[in-house]
């Protein structure tokens, strides 16, 4: 945002948890246009005071690891619903356009042999508590836009890579277990399918939304790429010099959904997007990336 728009000014606000990492943005800290405030989005007194000028919300703040979810429920709970809900108030009160982003996991878990892909109108089906943590959400932004006439949009993405992704990650995972020669451990055959997409054709997504996007509406993402884990495994490893002896099949996640697909028509047709980076070409960046970055990561882990 800042390098396409000199005249806008942005005001980051990160509780800076586990994954929050201010080295990611060390390129911008400079920026006139750009300050770091550290806080939290349930601290109703901070937002309220820090979007006093604001004239839109871009809300990516989420507790997102699924796993993570299962034994930290509460914190999942408080962030993505009561966080939102702070978000939406003080976006209410300052008359502030709200866009909202979401996951694809909200619509639940697809069959291995359907043709089905979510869209706009599929019905939520949440499996975990991160994605149901993600669906109220999604319902109060609606609730907001119904009850309220409060400006809002909407977009459910699918699984998104990248630099900068924090190594719990599947892609991140088994890139810097191997740099540092480690099996990559997999969730039971490994045939888990999602959608794949890269975290700048989903920027660029938004960026198109919170500009062009129709007040009121929701847009899927999806990145046109859907791979089962092992088949993700077994590009890496390959591109990386490795054989399959390295891959560790593990005990599998609990209410581990099996498939999700995108249909992004919808976002295609009216609001011109496509995803440009493919996923072939994006893996090998990626992979790059870390190796190129082995002090950014490394001391994650």
Not at 96 to 101: A, G, K, P, V, W
Request: with cysteine; proline share 3%.
């Amino acid at each position: 945002m800042l390098k396409n728009y000199s005249n806008y000014e942005i005001i980051n606000l990160d509780k800076l948890t586990y994954a929050g990492n201010l080295k990611n943005l060390e390129d911008v800290e400079k920026n006139k246009n750009y300050t770091f405030v550290k806080g939290d989005i349930c601290d109703e007194l901070l937002v309220n005071k820090i979007i006093k000028d604001v004239n839109l919300i871009v809300h990516f703040a989420a507790e997102t690891h699924v796993d993570r979810s299962i034994d930290n429920k509460e914190e999942f709970l408080k962030t993505n619903i009561f966080g939102t809900f702070t978000l939406l108030n003080a976006a209410l009160k300052n008359k502030i356009r709200f866009h909202h982003i979401s996951t694809d996991e909200v619509f639940g878990s697809l069959n291995f042999e359907s043709k089905e892909k979510f869209n706009e109108n599929t019905q939520y089906t949440p499996n975990s508590i991160y994605s149901a943590s993600k669906a109220s959400s999604d319902h109060l932004v609606r609730t907001f836009y119904k009850t309220y006439n409060l400006p809002i949009t909407i977009s459910n993405c699918s699984n998104n890579y990248g630099p900068y992704q924090y190594p719990e990650k599947l892609i991140p995972l088994i890139i810097t277990n191997l740099i540092q020669n480690k099996k990559v451990p997999l969730y039971g055959n490994g045939q888990n399918i999602r959608d794949w997409i890269h975290v700048l054709d989903h920027v660029k997504a938004i960026d198109l939304i919170i500009h062009k996007g129709k007040i009121g509406e929701t847009y899927c993402i999806g990145g046109d790429s859907e791979k089962s884990n092992i088949e993700i495994a077994k590009t890496i490893l390959k591109e990386m010099g490795f054989d399959e002896k390295m891959i560790e099949y593990v005990k599998d996640r609990p209410g581990h959904d099996l498939r999700y697909s995108i249909n992004s028509n919808k976002i295609k047709k009216e609001l011109g997007w496509e995803p440009k980076i493919k996923f072939e070409e994006g893996i090998k960046e990626t992979i790059n990336w870390y190796k190129n970055n082995k002090e950014w990561w490394v001391k994650l882990k």
